[in-house]
């Protein structure tokens, strides 16, 4: 199994689609067994192919700070569940859902000062 993080400086960026990359971890049981990095679309990330793109990588799961529905409704279709409330170091959060520390905030992003939510 793969998942995600939005990614900055190895911390969970807060805003899901202005992340400088995403973290992805292969898990075997309960294991982190590899890490890589998948580069951040330019623009918005609810507007962009990275839903595609983590899918088509095997990503499953997105731990993640916050988003809007619109993102999570993008990943949702693509067959990655989402985890927002996450902060800190991400292999931390990474190691922290693998112990069942993590559960969803249920708080998505409504309002943005940027034009790629203006629908």
């Known amino acids: 199994m793969k998942i995600a993080l939005p990614s900055r400086m ?6 899901f689609g202005h992340c ?4 992805v971890f292969t898990i075997d049981g309960q294991k982190i067994t590899a890490e890589e990095k998948i580069a951040s679309p330019a623009g918005c990330g609810c507007k962009s192919n990275i839903a595609q793109t983590l899918a088509e990588q095997g990503v499953k799961l997105m731990l993640a700070g916050n988003m809007g ?6 990943l949702n279709g693509h067959g990655i569940d989402v985890l927002r ?3 800190g170091n991400v292999k ?3 190691e922290s859902w ?5 559960n969803d905030s249920g708080i998505s992003c409504s309002q943005h000062e940027h034009e790629c939510h203006n629908d």
Do not use: W
Request: with cysteine; hydrophobic share 40%.
């Open 92 to 94: 931390a959060v990474a």
């Open 98 to 102: 693998l112990a069942g520390k993590l």
């Open 20 to 23: 400088e990359h995403f973290t």
């Open 69 to 74: 529905r619109g993102a999570v409704n993008v």
């Open 10 to 15: 190895n911390q969970i960026d807060e805003h």
């Open 85 to 87: 409330g996450c902060s």
